[in-house]
């Protein structure tokens, strides 16, 4: 109690500080139409909601010193559930991203506590990033990833090179939760070091990864690299990819891609996914009856879980976005128009997303938002849902 | 034809290539070098907020940081867009949102985006990215100015062609037609200096007012006064944007 203090004290004496908050509340509507498959029959697996109404309280604090920052971004959240007619309620919360950063040097910085810290040049998938879920296949751009807990060393030298080193740490509870959609993942420690060069401003990037998790019943390594090339205004080219151990064999994970901007700003995206470790037609079609025989929360979780990991062995993705079309109404602001499709080659099942999200007066933004799957009945993106369709506002203060 | 005609018709063309000669030692380089001064470029280390107004909107305000080509931009205003960081390593774009998994490349050609473009955020480095001549002399605001014509050496610039208005006295930019690659004018620009660079009496950039010409729609960016700073170039790394 008397440290808590002292820390207090030394956190309030005069010296150059500064506090910046942001407050926002999120509404969201959504209304989803469940799919009927072998995996998830008359939805008595997942019991996914067919509607919900949630609403969410985010706020965004900062407090840097000279030789210290503090992110806090905690999140409480309260919802109104339908699952199979009946109505179910729930409440949580929870930090989105909680840390501290010590900027020991300009160059050297150490972090510590719940953060997320991306890389990787396709929009699908990162996959030299083995400490976020493979894919965040999610239609609402309010949607937010939680952070991991680690502890972090960032050293650059110039704007050109970094080296990064992580390592993860055992969590807290994710979340304090009365319902969730999805069990947190069981503690895998995990290790990993970034090197990254860029050459002639950013046109030219290029990165390695590797570093190891620990599972049970031993301890795997990764290796990986990414990189892209700015051809022109118009044109990038990118890739990203990793060989992971297991079993003493390797199977490798990997995306490339290609983006295309045209003239008024839209722009074009075409990834290609492989999945080494992924399943065959004939593999998923088993796992299917596996589930259905099931009726454990277990199963119903990693189900439910599929809009974070891929199960299969091919993707093909397509992604268009556009911000500030000039066909929208000039008191929009910032509108952003998106539409993303993902498709299994390995049992013909499609995804698609879309919606576009508006802001209005500085401080409110709403978006409509809607998802389709299509496909052969209980192929992996029509597992779950066959469609839905979301509205949702955001006041920011 | 007449010898005389044909004298009289070529007689504007020999008087244009005789401007540069009229500019003193000055060439179309050495003054788009002078004048980007005045607007941020090629600096070694500065700070300064500016303020970005369009039509009836409520303003968006940064906190700029430059040195050299890299720029970074950090919105403070309004409430919806605080905490968005963009980063200009030379040409290339990337954005930041707070909460986000990983800061998101931008094309290019989304610096155009926006009633100001985004590379209008992003300082000026006008010496360093386009081929000048000198067009003709005009006066602007009852100031004697170089018309000059600007032409990206590159494609990856905000604009491809600018015609630009600079005064003879003291090197400012004062004036700014950026054309589409048809050569019309798309966008219209005006700039007011009301402030000094820390340590000299050069003055600098305080307003630029954009007008889109098929809209009429007029984006005001207010420039705050800049304060000298030591920045690192780590500042410009994209991978330290998050941590």
Known sequence: ?397 | MMAREVFLMRLPFCLLLLIPLAAGAQTPASILEKSDRSRGGASSGISWKISLKAGESQASEYDVKVKGVNVLAKCTAPARQKGETFLFNDRNLWIHKPGLKKPVSLSPRQRLSGQAANGDIATTNYARDYEAKVEDEETVGGKPAWKLFLQAKEKNVTYDKIRYWVTKKDFLGVKAEFLTLEGKPFKLANFTYGHTLPGSKVPFVSQMEIRDVSSGETTTITYGAPRAEEIGDSLFNVNNLQR
Do not use: C
């Open chain 1, 1 to 397: 109690m008397r440290a808590l203090f002292f820390i207090a004290a030394f956190l309030i004496a005069p010296q150059a500080w500064a506090l910046e908050t942001t407050t926002s509340l999120l509404f969201q509507s959504e209304g989803r139409l469940i799919s009927d498959s072998k995996a998830n029959p008359g939805n008595r697996v997942a019991r996914l909601p067919a509607r919900l109404v949630q609403v969410e309280g985010r706020v965004d604090a900062n407090y840097s010193l000279p030789w210290l920052e503090i992110v806090a971004r905690p999140r409480v959240e309260a919802g109104l559930y339908w699952v199979n007619g009946v109505s179910e309620n729930s409440a949580a919360g929870f930090f989105q991203e909680a840390y501290l950063r010590a900027p020991v040097t300009e160059d050297f910085s150490i972090t510590a506590g719940r953060l997320q810290f991306g890389w990787g040049p396709a929009e699908s998938v990162s996959p030299s990033n083995w400490m976020v879920p493979e894919i965040q296949w999610q239609p609402s751009p309010y949607y937010e990833q939680l952070g991991v807990y680690r502890v972090q060393a960032n050293l650059s030298a110039g704007q050109d090179f970094s080296l990064i080193l992580i390592n993860e740490f055992q969590p807290l509870p994710d979340r304090l939760d009365s319902r969730s959609e999805v069990v947190p993942e069981s503690f895998r420690k995990r290790a990993l070091a970034k090197a990254e060069w860029s050459w002639d401003s950013g046109n030219y990037i290029l990165g390695f990864t590797g570093g190891r998790e620990r599972l049970q019943p031993g301890e795997l390594w990764r290796g990986g690299a990414y990189g892209s090339i700015t051809i022109s205004d118009a044109w990038q080219i990118y890739g990203d990819g990793v060989a992971r151990e297991t079993a003493n064999t390797w199977k490798s994970f990997s995306v490339l891609g290609v983006r295309y901007t045209a003239e008024g700003g839209a722009e074009f995206r075409l990834e290609g996914i492989h999945r080494g470790e992924g399943l065959t037609r004939d593999q998923r079609a088993n796992q299917a009856l596996l589930f259905s025989r099931a009726n454990d929360s277990t199963l119903a979780a990693l189900l439910a879980a599929q809009f974070e990991r891929l199960q299969g062995r091919e993707y093909a993705y397509a992604a268009f976005r556009w911000a500030n079309p000039p066909f929208l109404p000039g008191n929009f602001q910032t509108p952003i128009l998106f539409l993303r499709a993902l498709h299994s080659l390995s049992d013909h099942s499609t995804s698609f997303l879309g919606g576009v999200e508006v802001g209005f007066l500085g401080y409110f933004s709403t978006t409509l938002y809607g998802a389709v799957a299509t496909g052969p009945t209980g192929g992996e993106l029509k597992n779950l849902y066959d469609g839905m369709f979301g509205v949702a506002g955001k006041v920011t203060f």
